[in-house]
């Protein structure tokens, strides 16, 4: 079936420090990619979308590119700043099936400054 | 633009209590899902419309959950009786439509249910 696996948190970095956030999928066809956060106490936003093959996505300096070949979509910035604490969650959709969205289990980031 | 809206913020029932959740989506979105969040884990799809028709209702426990979308614009989704295992996060969200950039999802803030 169709499932995404994230690195288990809590990640915690100190402000400036360089993050990475492994996300890896399993899925029929030729999924949708995204990136949703989740700050303290709101709802989840989208973050990044990638939909084929090579493409980037690229928002508040964060970017995730889709590998088809290692089936990956880790989620990177340069120098992290302590408001992006917060639950990261990397999802798909799968083509034909309504646009629902699979999530993995989310990865916790702090940043202390 | 107004975002997606649910009521309320937070519910606390005893188990074998009824509730329900409101959710009113961004206007003019024809699709709206119902998630549920456990804690520690990441939203799980309960039901998704199209409109006022039900897309894909296969992971909704039907013995207890219900849901609807009269008029294809609001939304209601509640729960009779409950278990304490239905303590989590349930999301609204809802997207344009199902195809390229039409399939993004906006959520709302969400309902905390605790069941006790």
């Known amino acids: 079936g169709n499932s995404v696996t994230q690195m288990e948190g809590p990640v915690t970095l100190s402000e400036e420090a360089f993050l990475t956030i492994n996300c890896t999928y399993t899925a029929t066809g030729y999924p949708s990619l995204f990136w949703y956060v989740q700050y303290p106490g709101e709802g989840l936003q989208l973050l990044l979308k990638a939909t084929k093959a090579d493409d980037k996505g690229s928002n508040k300096g964060f970017e995730a590119t889709y590998r088809k070949e290692t089936t990956s979509f880790h989620l990177e910035k340069g120098s992290v700043q302590v408001s992006d604490s917060a639950v990261y969650f990397c999802a798909l959709s799968v083509p034909n099936q309504g646009g629902k969205l699979i999530f993995g289990q989310g990865t916790e980031l702090s940043v202390k400054p | 633009e107004a975002g997606v809206a649910q009521s309320p913020r937070y519910k606390i029932i005893e188990k074998r209590q009824s509730v329900a959740f409101w959710c009113n989506p961004i206007?003019?979105?024809?699709?709206l899902y119902w998630y549920q969040q456990i804690l520690g884990q990441g939203p799980k799809l309960l039901i998704q419309f199209q409109n006022n028709g039900v897309v894909d209702d296969s992971q909704l426990p039907k013995d207890r959950f219900s849901a609807e979308r009269l008029k294809g614009v609001d939304s209601t989704l509640k729960i009779q009786p409950a278990k304490l295992e239905d303590s989590a996060v349930y999301l609204c969200a809802s997207s344009l439509g199902l195809a390229g950039d039409r399939e993004t999802q906006y959520f709302g803030p969400g309902t905390r249910l605790l069941v006790l």
């Open positions: 206007s003019g979105h024809a699709t």
